[in-house]
């Protein structure tokens, strides 16, 4: 048996018992140390690749995919308190936009002044939705709603689109919406919010300030994490 | 106009593509994190974490590729970030030393495992599992992905952010190591 011979029978062989009763291939192996090598590597190899792991635990990975799910969308929480911002998944973010009343008497102070300009943090590439929560003192039933976004951001899904328009009900209270902001690149993006119901207006901003991807990963097609 | 409603149909659709994306990675990524943590609880807490921080990235998990290889480097970042690093600390933690799971090897998941293997031999698993823990970390890493997890020399070397010579030396050098673990024969 010869070198070609003895690596071929190695590597198609798969009971070891029948390696060790095949004479020819064990005096091939007594003498040749590069054969013995290939062999002991080869034993190796196999050792190592039916290493046993222990199965998941039942149903895991729907479970988990749902888990993951939930826990990353914004909680739809209806809370009379619009100033309340417990209980929110820590990793959705939220900006409370809040809106007194906009018809009627105008515009009222709210009871804790918002600065000007609300922020979150994005990593540079990432889509996330942001929670916006409109909060009125009356039903407005044919309010618009006006979102206009400067060049460093846009609407997953809404592809060069930069402003979007739309007429819609607000209840009394809480109404939450979901914008999927996509930060465009790595610099501060702005997002006006616009409110407009009969002859009064109300608008708040809202800055996504790029920040460090907390896992460290890059992909090829510049996905960051 | 219906704005909201769109947003949240929309979002249902999502949910489809990240479970469609990701279903046929879980289990893999589960094996993976069950290799480096060596613990079952710690393997479904590190997968059930990266997913949680993808379920807001699914238009970006659309563009990747290969994302099984993708998956797995984010996982052992994970897994770095979140077992490895804590040495840096002043704490020790439990998790400093890879401490191999012997108790796998006689599950029955082994056993049988055993039975449609006739090359896996429980007393040579065990020794190799103490000769894995006596590797460095750059080398028994590179083992347990390419050698155990039959992931390429060129996927090893994007997962480890290698290079593959570098990644063929330290291979080279653990199983070098590793056959002095092994009981006498040949086969």
Redesign the interface.
């Given at each position: 048996m010869n070198c070609v011979d003895a690596k071929s029978r190695l590597d198609t062989a798969s009971d070891p018992q029948a390696l060790a009763a095949d004479q020819a291939l064990v005096a091939h192996l007594r003498d040749c140390a590069n054969c013995r090598d290939y062999a002991e590597e080869l034993r190796l190899t196999r050792l190592l690749r039916a290493l046993p792991a222990p199965p998941p635990s039942e149903g895991f990975a729907d479970r988990a995919l749902a888990q993951a799910w939930d826990a990353a969308q914004p909680r739809t929480e209806r809370s009379s308190a619009p100033y309340a911002w417990g209980g929110l998944a820590a990793s959705v973010l939220l900006a409370a936009v809040l809106f007194t009343q906009i018809g009627g008497d105008g515009p009222l102070a709210p009871e804790a002044p918002l600065p000007d300009i609300q922020v979150v943090q994005m990593a540079p590439n990432e889509v996330r939705p942001v929670n916006v929560r409109l909060v009125s003192k009356e039903a407005l039933p044919e309010a618009t709603i006006t979102i206009r976004l400067d060049r460093n951001l846009a609407l997953d899904g809404y592809p060069d689109t930069d402003t979007l328009s739309w007429q819609t009900a607000l209840a009394a209270g809480t109404n939450e919406l979901a914008l999927p902001l996509h930060l465009l690149g790595d610099e501060r993006g702005e997002v006006t919010i616009e409110i407009q119901s009969g002859s009064s207006r109300r608008h708040m901003k809202l800055a996504v300030e790029p920040r460090e991807n907390n896992l460290g990963i890059e992909s090829g097609s510049s996905i960051a994490l | 106009?219906?704005?909201?409603v769109d947003?949240?149909r929309?979002?249902k659709r999502q949910?489809d593509v990240?479970?469609e994306l990701?279903?046929p990675h879980?289990?893999l990524m589960?094996?993976m994190a069950?290799?480096w943590t060596q613990s079952?609880s710690d393997?479904?807490d590190l997968?059930?974490d990266i997913?949680?921080?993808?379920?807001?990235?699914?238009?970006?998990?659309q563009?990747?590729?290969m994302l099984r290889p993708?998956l797995i480097?984010?996982l052992y970042?994970?897994y770095v970030?979140l077992y490895r690093r804590q040495r840096n600390g002043p704490v020790a933690y439990e998790h400093e030393v890879w401490t191999p799971?012997e108790d796998?090897?006689s599950?029955p998941?082994?056993r049988a495992?055993d039975q449609r293997?006739?090359?896996?031999?429980m007393e040579?698993?065990r020794a190799?599992?103490k000769g894995l823990a006596q590797l460095d970390e750059g080398q028994r890493d590179v083992?347990l992905l390419h050698?155990?997890e039959?992931y390429t020399a060129l996927e090893v070397a994007d997962i480890l952010e290698l290079n593959v010579g570098t990644v063929k030396s330290r291979l080279h050098r653990a199983?070098a190591h590793?056959?002095k673990f092994?009981m006498a024969?040949?086969?």
């Open positions: - | 106009m219906s704005g909201i947003f949240f929309r979002g949910q990240f479970t990701l279903r879980v289990e589960y094996r069950y290799r079952s393997a479904e997968v059930q997913l949680t921080r993808l379920a807001t990235r699914v238009d970006e998990l563009r990747v590729d993708w480097k984010i970042n994970r970030d799971d796998a090897l599950s998941v082994a495992q293997d006739p090359l896996g031999q040579d698993q190799l599992l083992v050698d155990v039959g199983r590793l056959k092994l024969g040949t086969f």
